[in-house]
């Protein structure tokens, strides 16, 4: 793959560039911290910043977002009748979201592109989207990406990966996408050749950075059922303190349900989706009253069985989870996900016992 | 790219009360939009949202049967806010059908097979829909016996009422019709709850029988053990669940038991796959 080099001016000019042909977003301050934001024509995206505090899910899925319009003038030849609202599918490029969460773009994926159904909100987002994405030199405490299927210099799901280097920045030009991005904007000076070199020993020193980890080895082999039924072993303690104030959900850059609710403005109304969260009890209520989920045990355990044993075994494809730690810097009453994973990996049903990790 | 959440607009053509307590009603839909009803093509057992534009959507059974043209049929039960809406509407209103949803029945499976049908209370719609289409002439012949014990509260209460006594006069279906209790003097069928007519009349379980059961979780429960004793297999037990839902195509993630989702991997299981998941539902 092709390396160029970036200086920070060639940066800023180059994306001065590409606001006319796409939209911008990127990292942005606001208050104490940082998000995704589209940015204003001659605005720069933080990219001193560590993560932001809630993911980049949004960019792709917002947090809610009309489905339908219609009208409810009873003289309206459209009456009642659904219509999909104009929306702006512009090209955009992210610029300088982190690898985790470009990496949940890739799990998210897998629930709203399937053979089936395609959803076209998330998919149409999706593909008029290029990722420049910003690899971590400096990782949290909390991050645990190399055991969740990521990583700090993950580019598995970038267009274009940016590393930290002396006045700006080396670029690895990932896919097609990307190498139209970087002739857009005029990047274009070549790196030379040490430069996949020099990207390969930042990312080994990021990496060794990385103190915690999940064990995700043996959970597939785990019998659903009896992981399920793991209550005083895993449930009961991990749930004991949840408050269910779905706060994981909402950082997370892979949970994805949604509810979806009709809103009526005099005679016209939309129908949206709403992100949801499985943390509470009326997400999976009944019309009658019975509710399924009935309490703050049965819920914890929807979302951790859910993230590493339900999508585990319906996709083959590792965990529902990238190791980003938005929930366990989050969670009020210290939740860690970490910890349940690994308590997970390890429960024995015959002692019905498992190896409890600081992490 | 198709979007999947975009209901079919449908015209109400005629709407029945069902029940003495006024509690369920069968909402006939014609499809405004010509070749809509061809896209809606559908399997007895699927399900459908339906959809009333300011108020939300609501999952359903299909009560209609695929052999029947130029309409679809679902039976509502008054119960939340789009259900008690959908009874205040009228012939000719407006709103929407969005399916079809869920894996149906397995037809390919019970061709050939004797079809033990149980069903209790107002879990009847998609049965109703099964018998339909097994009842059908060019698809009778396809089926061994077919066997239904279908119970209510009262008379008042039972579904499909003139259908029901019209399929008992017949010689090519065995209706076993039941109610928990009654003062009518007249009532020729029979007495008592389902799962002990299903003990009485249904046939014993053998690789040639399958029994499809709907019903409340009450019945469900003591339906069970009357099943394992007659001989049935578990996988030779079929049940439709419900579960809270959304979007209905597997997206939204609200209905799941365990990794499977009852919207799309289901509504039908075994009951060998469903001993096989988290019941939470």
């Known amino acids: 793959m092709k390396v160029i080099q970036i200086k920070q001016s060639e940066l800023d000019a180059g994306l001065e560039k590409l606001e006319s042909a796409c939209r911008l977003i990127g990292p942005v301050k606001e208050k104490n911290y940082h998000l995704f934001k589209t940015l204003e024509s001659g605005q720069k995206p933080d990219l001193e ?29 459209q009456y009642a009748v659904l219509r999909e609202p104009e929306k702006d599918r512009t090209p955009r490029a992210v610029i300088g979201i982190r690898p985790c969460d470009a990496d949940a773009y890739k799990v998210c994926r897998r629930n709203f592109d399937t053979e089936e159904y395609q959803d076209p909100y998330w998919l149409k987002n999706y593909e008029a989207t290029t990722l420049v994405g910003l690899a971590c030199s400096n990782p949290c405490p909390t991050c645990f990406c190399t055991s969740a299927g990521s990583g700090p210099f993950s580019d598995k799901n970038l267009d274009i990966l940016l ?41 080994d020193q990021a990496e060794s950075k990385i103190r915690s980890a999940v064990a995700t080895d043996n959970l597939e082999k785990q019998s659903l059922i009896d992981l399920y039924e793991a209550e005083s072993a895993i449930w009961e303690p991990e749930g004991f303190a949840c408050i269910n104030c779905g706060t994981c959900t909402y950082a997370c850059p892979t949970c994805w349900c949604f509810d979806v609710q009709d809103e009526t403005y005099g005679k016209s109304g939309v ?8 943390m509470y009890p009326l997400f999976s209520v009944h019309a009658s009253g019975h509710n399924p989920r009935d309490t ?20 083959e494809k590792g965990i529902q989870c ?33 190896e409890i990790t600081s992490g | 790219m198709q979007n999947p959440y975009l209901p079919y607009p449908v015209r109400i053509d005629d ?14 839909f014609v499809f405004l ?91 009847f719609t ?43 006069e017949r010689d090519d279906i065995n209706m076993h019709i039941t109610v928990d209790g009654t003062d009518d003097p007249e009532w020729k069928y029979h007495k008592g709850f389902v799962p002990a007519i299903a003990e009485q009349e249904a046939p014993p379980g053998d690789a040639d029988t399958y029994a499809i059961v709907c019903g409340p979780p009450i019945m469900i429960k003591f339906t069970q053990p009357v099943l394992d004793k007659l001989g049935y297999g578990h996988d030779q037990i079929i049940m439709s669940l419900e579960n809270r839902m959304k979007c209905g195509i597997g997206i939204c993630g609200h209905c799941n038991i365990g990794k499977e989702l009852v919207c799309k991997d289901g509504p039908v299981f075994t009951l060998e796959q469903l001993n096989m998941t988290p019941k939470e539902y």
């Open chain 1, 49 to 77: 910043y560590i993560n932001t505090r809630l993911s980049a899910k949004s960019v792709l899925y917002p947090q809610s977002e009309v489905m339908f319009e219609f009208s409810l003038d009873k003289n309206d030849e």
């Open chain 1, 163 to 203: 590393v930290d280097n002396n006045d700006g920045y080396l670029a690895r030009i990932v896919t097609d996408k990307g190498e139209k991005l970087a002739a857009s904007a005029g990047w274009n000076t070549d790196a030379g050749s040490d430069a996949e070199a020099a990207i390969e020993k930042s990312r």
């Open chain 1, 271 to 278: 129908r949206m989706r709403n992100w949801d969260s499985c």
């Open chain 1, 296 to 315: 703050k045990i049965a819920r914890i355990r929807q979302r951790f069985m859910h993230k590493l044993k339900y999508y585990v075994d319906k996709y």
């Open chain 1, 322 to 354: 990238t190791g980003c730690g938005r929930c366990v810097r989050l969670c009020p009453v210290s939740i860690d996900i970490r910890r349940v994973c690994n308590k997970m990996n390890s429960y024995n049903p015959e002692t019905c016992s498992c």
């Open chain 2, 15 to 28: 709407v029945t009360v069902e029940t003495e307590d006024k509690s369920l009603k069968t909402f006939k």
């Open chain 2, 33 to 123: 939009n010509p070749g809509d009803e061809e896209k809606f093509s559908y399997r007895a057992g699927q399900f459908a949202e339906l959809s009333i534009a300011g108020l939300g959507e609501i999952p359903i059974g299909i009560a209609s049967s695929p052999t029947e043209k130029g309409f679809v049929k679902f039976t509502v039960f008054k119960t939340g806010k789009v259900t008690s809406h959908l009874h205040a509407m009228k012939e000719g209103d407006i709103m929407g059908v969005r399916g079809p949803m869920g894996n149906s029945y397995p037809w390919d499976l019970l061709e050939g097979k004797n079809v033990v049908i149980i069903g209790g209370g107002f879990a």
């Open chain 2, 126 to 168: 998609t049965l109703r829909s099964s018998i339909v289409y097994m009842l059908q002439p060019e698809n009778r012949s396809k089926f061994k016996d077919i066997h239904v014990i279908y119970g209510a509260r009262s008379p008042g209460m039972l579904l499909y009422k003139d259908e029901l006594m019209a399929w008992a």
